[in-house]
Nanobody, 114 residues
Framework: QVQLVESGGGLVQAGGSLRLSCAASGDISNFNYMRWYRQYPGNQREWVAS???????SYAASVLGRFTISKDNAKDTLYLQMTSLKAEDTALYYCNAQGSMNLWGRGTQVTVSS
């Protein structure tokens, strides 16, 4: 089974940028889609962005224009470039992949100080 490992989280000031990575232990090119989610303490996971097998992307309204999802099939890695970060972007960020199974990573913490 493919494993997903997120990285790139950290502490950043409001207005700053971070790039999250999600490294897969296997081939990601056959996943129907890959997504980023985030979770606030005590809340359910919230969808952030998706990228489909062919490269089509979609975003939650709250991040549209600030975040960019991308993937590198050669590196089996999913990315989330986050710019103009706000305090409300503070959350635990997870990557998700949908293929024959629905896979999740363990998350990476993003903290934005105001």
């Amino acid at each position: 089974q493919v494993q997903l490992v997120e990285s790139g989280g950290g502490l950043v000031q409001a207005g700053g940028s971070l790039r999250l990575s999600c490294a897969a232990s296997g081939d990601i090119s056959n996943f129907n889609y890959m997504r980023w989610y985030r979770q606030y303490p005590g809340n359910q996971r919230e969808w952030v962005a998706s990228i489909f097998r062919g490269g089509t992307t979609s975003y939650a309204a709250s991040v549209l224009g600030r975040f960019t999802i991308s993937k590198d099939n050669a590196k089996d890695t999913l990315y989330l470039q986050m710019t103009s970060l706000k305090a409300e972007d503070t959350a635990l960020y997870y990557c998700n992949a949908q293929g024959s199974m629905n896979l999740w990573g363990r998350g990476t913490q993003v903290t934005v100080s105001s």
